[in-house]
């Protein structure tokens, strides 16, 4: 799909262009370089996000306060939307003056978007598949005309008079025919530059402009909302991306990420405005491209966002004999449990290092920044009064296989994620382990490999171990109601083994009380598709934060509850990046899919105590 296109800047334009565009190219170098020494989180070159997952800055939202500022009182905020022909010229120049602010080195960009001068010329590189392109992608220069410079609108957020936060968007439509002919036919509102004012951060009004971009978008029937970041997708500190711990999640919850414009084939090029280039191999600018829903999905959306700030919005004073602790057995990089960490529990893992996955550190609840200790042990260490007395939270990670731990040394758990080693329950990995339909998947046959074996002993043990826990006193008198979640990739040979049907009987027939689900990850920002089987039992809000539960009819007055992150299918703008060779990278639990997860068993154990 490699592409070049013709330079349509005139002549007089080239050299001066070209030099703009490498003095910009080495602005971003530096300016990254400077970011990356200070590690300042949401700093980054395209956009400077407003820190708007901060803790403490929610509560303040909250409040009416914060540490670091006055008493902010949004209710006199108003955001709107204007086109450029329709901006006040003081609203123009007070945008441009803001955008300056924060982004100082992007002042030709700014010019243009804004419309408050003539600039330098820049480059699209709406079309560029490579860097070879990049050179020749043509410049945008003042006597530029439709298309690239149609439909732009300025987003303005003002306190009083005070202009507070700005963006540049604009409407991108599905060719240049249409872009004359037929305003209405468009294929995205792409965001371009996206500000708010210093003295204005941590209050929230970034996320709120984010969300009148959005409605901007379903009152006009434009079918995406397309950001360029400058952070990687997977980064805790994506902003557009970034489920908050204290606020649930931004407007581009959800987003599918391109790191690479071949995959987004239905991309107009002559309307769409690039001014950074996304290529592959390019590990931090990617496109994060996302439907707009209808008005009643999204104010689903919204509640389901509300309810969880309601959850996080405040910090949990653990009495010593209720702080959780949490379990997450093969645990590979430990994502999940430092992902628990996060909510003041006690954390236990357990790996046995065969995978070969980098063991990640916990980070400290109140400041993220920060590593928390967490200390390493042998199964032999392990006992049950492992977290007994400790007023604060404590990290333990067991170097070594689950089986080597005797089921009773085990502490008292509140809640466990288990996911054991799944090569040879893979399809592709057929050939290599054999099982048979007629054995139920168990690997019993004469051609049974070592490592179905253990798999089989794996899941048979952790069964046990969910037993025995749930027969021990969380408190005097009251049973450990232990829930947890298990997951597996979606094979059939795993759904059809004799083990995992068990695990879905009734506690009463001999079974563990779990039902099954499935998710996408495709639809949790990954470039992969993925289809993962998740089975969770005891854990009502997991339940409902990976399914669906449709509305009753009268044909239907019951109907089964629905996954709710299953892909829509491949199209045009949707693809999936294949796994191939070394797949180390795309065995770690993505960071989203560990956030809903996370979410789901701290706010079960609330609704178990009666704090929820």
């Known amino acids: 799909m490699e592409d070049a296109f013709e330079d349509e800047a005139e002549d007089a334009f080239e050299d001066e262009a070209e030099e703009t565009f490498q003095d910009e190219e080495e602005a971003v170098e530096e300016d990254e370089a ?128 005070e202009l507070i936060g700005a963006a540049a968007i604009k409407l991108v439509s599905s060719s240049e025919r249409s872009s004359r002919n037929a305003e209405h036919d468009w294929w995205c509102c792409e965001i371009i530059l996206f500000a708010v004012k210093e003295a204005a951060e941590r209050h929230g009004v970034g996320r709120r402009q984010l969300q009148a971009v959005y409605d901007f978008c379903m009152e006009r029937s434009v079918p995406k909302l397309v950001v360029l970041s400058a952070e990687p997708a997977e980064s805790h500190t994506n902003w557009w991306l970034h489920v908050s711990e204290c606020a649930g999640s931004t407007a581009m919850a959800h987003a599918e990420v391109i790191h690479d414009l071949k995959m987004a084939v239905g991309l107009p090029k002559k309307t769409f405005l690039l001014p950074w280039p996304v290529l592959d191999g390019d590990d931090d600018l990617c ?84 590593e928390a200790t967490l200390k390493v042990i042998t199964p032999a260490e392990v006992h049950p009064d492992l977290f007994k007395g400790s007023t604060k939270p404590l990290h333990i990670h067991v170097s070594g296989s689950v089986c080597d731990i005797p089921i009773d040394q085990f502490p008292t758990f509140t809640s466990a994620h288990k996911a054991p080693p799944c090569a040879s329950m893979s399809n592709m990995a057929a050939d290599k382990h054999p099982r048979d339909a007629a054995d139920h998947m168990a690997a019993i046959g004469a051609n049974a490999s070592e490592k179905s074996k253990q798999w089989d002993a794996m899941v048979a043990y952790l069964r046990d171990l969910t037993r025995e826990q749930r027969r021990r006193d969380i408190l005097p008198g009251v049973k450990n109601e232990l829930g947890f979640t298990f997951e597996q990739p979606q094979t059939k040979r795993a759904r059809e083994h004799l083990q995992i049907k068990q695990l879905e009987l009734p506690a009463i027939n001999g079974g563990d009380d779990a039902k099954r689900t499935t998710v996408h990850l495709c639809q949790l920002a990954a470039p992969q598709l993925k289809p993962t089987d998740i089975w969770f039992s005891r854990l009502p809000s997991v339940a ?12 239907v007055p019951h109907p089964a509850p629905l996954p709710r992150y299953v892909c829509p299918g491949v199209s045009r703008v949707h693809k999936h990046v294949t796994v191939r060779g070394k797949t180390s990278d795309s065995v770690r639990y993505h960071p989203r899919l560990v956030a809903v997860l996370a979410e789901g068993h701290h706010k079960s154990y609330l609704k178990r105590i009666g704090a929820a």
Not at 48 to 56: A, H
Not at 81 to 101: F, H, Q, S, W
Not at 544 to 555: F, H, K, M, S, W
């Open 287 to 370: 496109l994060l491209i996302k439907p707009v829903v209808t008005a009643a999905d999204d104010d689903d959306d919204d509640e389901e966002e509300v309810e969880a700030a309601a959850v996080h919005s405040h910090h949990i004073s653990w009495p010593p004999d209720k702080r959780p602790i949490f379990a997450e057995l093969c645990c590979g990089s430990r994502r999940f449990a430092n992902a628990m960490a996060l909510y003041q529990a006690h954390t236990f893992s357990v790996d046995d290092g065969s995978a070969k996955i980098e063991l990640e550190r916990p980070r400290c609840w109140d400041d993220q920044e920060k």
């Open 544 to 555: 409902d934060a990976l399914q669906i539960q449709p509305a009753p009819t009268a044909e």
């Open 34 to 161: 400077e970011e990356a020494a200070d590690e300042e989180p949401f700093d980054d070159d395209e956009y400077r996000l407003v820190d708007d997952d901060d803790e403490d800055a929610e509560m303040a939202e909250h409040d009416g306060h914060t540490e670091n500022g006055p008493e902010y009182a949004h209710e006199h905020e108003e955001t709107f939307v204007c086109g450029i022909e329709e901006c006040t010229k003081a609203d123009k120049e007070a945008a441009a003056a803001l955008l300056n602010e924060r982004f100082n080195d992007h002042s030709p960009l700014i010019k243009c978007l804004t419309d408050t001068g003539n600039w330098k010329p820049f480059r699209n590189v709406s079309g560029a598949h490579s860097q070879a392109d990049v050179g020749r992608a043509p410049s945008v220069i003042p006597e530029s005309t439709p298309p690239v410079l149609a439909h732009r609108f300025l987003v303005l957020t003002k306190c009083g008079d």
